[in-house]
């Protein structure tokens, strides 16, 4: 019989652990298949480890996962979506905004024969007006400049199958943008829609820093746009510096005109250092990126098991 593996990454959750597992027990039941629920504590600072373990001596189907530190959330599920063994995986948050009455649809997509079914996640009018629509910025930047169409208000609440997994799994990057590598893999992938409902506790620990990383990461990790357009501008300033050169030339050889200019000496020496300077930031992006990859250090370290009795022997976890 197949089996759904669920992957929860957990960041200063406890108090809504239990709400969470108690919906999602509900919803699993009336599936009817074998799962379990693996719950992957990124480096939390309050008790969440502590009721995971409790969680996993009341309830069989929960396993548990404790890195040695917080690593960021893109690595916590990939950690989770290296560890377990079903036949289908299903990726989601655990404050309930991924609501788990929607895993039988996700289920039922599957069984149609899809490969991947991600969801697709509606703006609702608590949305705040920065994050919506930066979000639509940048997916519309990243599909302008990317080989490879990511759609807009997709969320990492998914079902991947087990052939889709693998693939995932044999990609090493350590700038991990799950989003844009789902959709290269490629295979046979299908949307379904969903309103996030409200928190039932807390506050989103996605903050404006780590949207800018993630953003980045994905920019860099899946177009080389950036260092054609610092090219580009290099270009261009040649371009305008050659064409100021002439007008200069011309000032002085054919006017009474020529005049010292400070303003206009200043203002070409302030465009092609901020040029220079950006076109500096671009290739040093990227430098860093391959920097962390020639390392080859493990993409995250395990601190604590629980009911996992054979983990992965990868070279990226420990």
């Known amino acids: 019989m197949m089996k759904i593996s669920i992957v929860v990454p957990v960041y200063n959750e406890a108090e809504g652990l239990p709400r969470f597992l108690e919906a999602l027990y509900s919803v699993m039941h009336a599936i009817g298949l074998p799962w379990t629920c693996l719950f992957v504590d990124d480096g939390s600072v309050d008790d969440s480890w502590a009721v995971i373990e409790h969680l996993s001596r009341d309830y069989s189907e929960v396993l548990g996962l404790r890195l040695s530190r917080n690593f960021g959330h893109q690595v916590a599920l990939s950690a989770g979506i290296e560890h377990v063994d079903g036949d289908a995986v299903i990726t989601m948050d655990a404050d309930l905004q991924h609501p788990p009455d929607l ?16 969801t697709l996640r509606a703006n609702t009018p608590d949305t705040e ?35 889709a997994v693998d693939a995932l799994l044999s990609m090493p990057e350590r700038n991990r943008f799950l ?25 989103s620990k996605f903050t404006l820093k780590k949207m800018i990383h993630l953003g980045l ?96 022997d990868r070279k990226r976890s420990s």
């Open 103 to 118: 895993i039988p649809q996700l289920v039922a997509k599957w069984r149609q024969g899809f490969n991947i079914v991600n």
């Open 129 to 163: 007006w920065f994050k919506r629509h930066s979000s639509a910025l940048f997916y519309l930047l990243l599909n302008k400049i990317s080989d490879i169409p990511i759609i807009p208000a997709a969320a990492d609440f998914r079902l991947l199958d087990r052939k």
């Open 179 to 203: 989003r844009g590598m789902v959709s290269w893999i490629g295979f046979n992938q299908t949307y379904v829609p969903f309103v996030p409902r409200p928190r039932t506790h807390g506050s």
């Open 217 to 312: 990461d994905g920019v860099t990790s899946f177009s080389l746009a950036p260092l054609r357009l610092a090219l580009m501008l290099g270009i261009g300033s040649i371009g305008l510096a050659l064409a100021y050169a002439i007008y200069v030339l011309w000032v002085k050889l054919m006017t009474d005109y020529a005049q010292p200019g400070w303003a206009s000496l200043m203002g070409v020496v302030l465009f092609l250092g901020g040029v220079q300077l950006m076109t500096l930031g671009i290739f040093g992006e990227y430098l860093g990126k391959i920097f962390g990859e020639t390392k080859h250090r493990p993409l995250y370290f395990v601190q604590e098991r629980i009911g996992i009795l054979n983990p992965p």
